[in-house]
């Protein structure tokens, strides 16, 4: 992909009562920053059979509007960039496991036909939009009543049956970890490990089919979040 073409992103957003200069320093030029380094991931991920951006995963924002903490709709992005430059990449599988559903790409994609959604997230949390839940071709569920064991059953028979049923030729990971117990956003109960067996889950039924997968890491709000990650 010509890199040259992923810098710069201008979007500006109507945001009020803190000075521009400072949204702009503070929350969108990193966020813009974090966009081109999803994309650029996409790509590498195709060169080198998977990749991670340590950041992005925005996707309560869509192509029209940000939603959350979310303002540039990095995974549509994504898709609509790999298409564009390598029309070889037509099927896309989207596996978003942040506990949030992904509203923003789900209304931008609902009617595209060669993008599969396995969303699992939270249904009785934010955002609870019906409208993209339309897009969902496999909708899964974690609550606080989900044991660490029950989730990653759910996970792991998500990821058997959506591969077997769509093959892709890309697969975008969102890896939200405010599924975490203590996570004051997300209303789980989720531990550690769990996590990051999680990932190896996703990683693992991926790459054994020989899939290229880009990893974003999406929503999580305590500290102990990084020491997961890393």
């Known amino acids: 992909c010509?890199?040259?073409l992923l810098w710069p992103l201008n979007i500006e957003l109507p945001l009020c009562f803190l000075p521009a200069f400072?949204?702009?320093?503070?929350?969108?030029?990193?966020?813009?920053?974090?966009?081109?380094?999803s994309i650029q991931a996409g790509c590498l991920a195709l060169e080198k059979g998977w990749s991670i951006n340590l950041s992005?995963?925005?996707?309560?924002?869509?192509?029209?509007?940000?939603g959350g903490f979310c303002v540039f709709p990095d995974i549509t992005l994504i898709v609509k960039h790999i298409r564009n430059w390598h029309p070889e990449v037509q099927k896309i599988q989207i596996v978003d496991l942040d506990v949030?559903?992904?509203?923003?790409?789900?209304?931008?994609?609902?009617?595209?036909?060669n993008v599969y959604i396995m969303d699992c997230y939270n249904h009785h949390i934010y955002p609870g939009d019906r409208k993209a839940k339309r897009a969902i071709k496999k909708d899964l569920s974690v609550s606080w009543s989900d044991t660490t064991r029950t989730y990653l059953n759910k996970i792991k028979t998500g990821m058997k049956?959506?591969?077997?049923?769509?093959s892709p030729d890309l697969l975008i990971y969102n890896a939200g970890t405010d599924?975490?117990?203590g996570d004051p956003l997300g209303a789980c109960r989720i531990s550690k490990e769990g996590v990051i067996e999680r990932d190896e889950i996703v990683f693992s039924a991926t790459m054994q089919r020989g899939i290229p997968i880009v990893m974003l890491l999406s929503g999580g709000y305590q500290k102990v979040n990084a020491q997961i990650i890393a």
């Open 56 to 66: 992005g995963g925005y996707h309560h924002a869509s192509l029209n509007c940000g």
């Open 2 to 4: 010509p890199r040259e």
């Open 179 to 181: 599924i975490l117990e």
């Open 100 to 113: 949030h559903q992904g509203n923003g790409y789900e209304i931008d994609l609902i009617n595209d036909c």
């Open 161 to 166: 049956e959506s591969l077997d049923e769509f």
């Open 22 to 37: 400072f949204l702009r320093y503070r929350a969108l030029n990193p966020m813009s920053r974090a966009t081109h380094g």
